[in-house]
């Protein structure tokens, strides 16, 4: 027989101790992945450089790319999560974390992420104010970029986003 569990609070979440590997809290599930692969780390930090350059040569107000950084996102039960390349907006709000979903959230999928995880995610993200969320697919060299508008687009080499415009992403350069 199955027990059912309470939701955990953001407050609650917050006093867990750390553990090796990634936490992240959905809408008040607790859900811990193992310690990212270095095949894994080597693709998020090509997605990040790639990122930076991006916004380097913008001509918005400037945003930074992160890796591995937390968004609390909603109240109780609440959500915390933990993209693994992300844009924050310019103004974003800041406490003792960002506040809010980023503008560009990026999830590389790995064996760890359940489809159902991975859909929930890209929901909050883009209920919660993200532009555009995107799932990075190494087994295919695929992209799927979801916009807030409701469009989801498979990517196979460079493309445009909404975020950079005239700038491509420069897909095919991340799996090298």
């Known amino acids: 027989m199955a027990t059912a569990v309470a939701p955990v609070t953001f407050t609650e979440f917050a006093a867990l101790p750390e553990r090796p590997g990634k936490q992240e809290l959905i809408l008040g599930e607790v859900i811990a992945v193992p310690p990212a692969k270095l095949f894994h ?6 997605i990040h450089e790639s990122l930076r ?4 040569a913008s001509d918005r107000r400037p945003a930074d790319a992160y890796i591995e950084t937390g968004y609390q996102i909603g109240s109780d039960p609440g959500s915390w ?3 693994d390349a992300s844009v924050r907006y310019p103004d974003h709000r800041r406490g003792d974390y960002l506040e809010g979903a980023p503008m560009l959230a990026v999830e590389v999928v790995s064996e760890s992420n359940t489809a159902e995880q ?3 995610k890209i929901a909050l993200y883009l ?3 993200a532009q555009e969320v995107w799932a990075v ?3 295919t060299r695929s992209l799927w970029q979801y916009r807030d508008d409701a469009t989801a687009r498979r990517h196979t080499a460079a493309f445009e986003s909404a975020l950079f415009p005239g700038r ?5 350069s991340i799996w090298e």
């Open 81 to 83: 999560l933990v993209p």
């Open 118 to 120: 991975l859909d929930r």
């Open 41 to 46: 780390m080597d693709l998020v930090h090509r």
């Open 53 to 56: 350059l991006l916004l380097s």
């Open 127 to 129: 209920e919660h104010g």
């Open 168 to 172: 491509p992403f420069p897909l095919e």
């Open 137 to 139: 697919y190494a087994s």
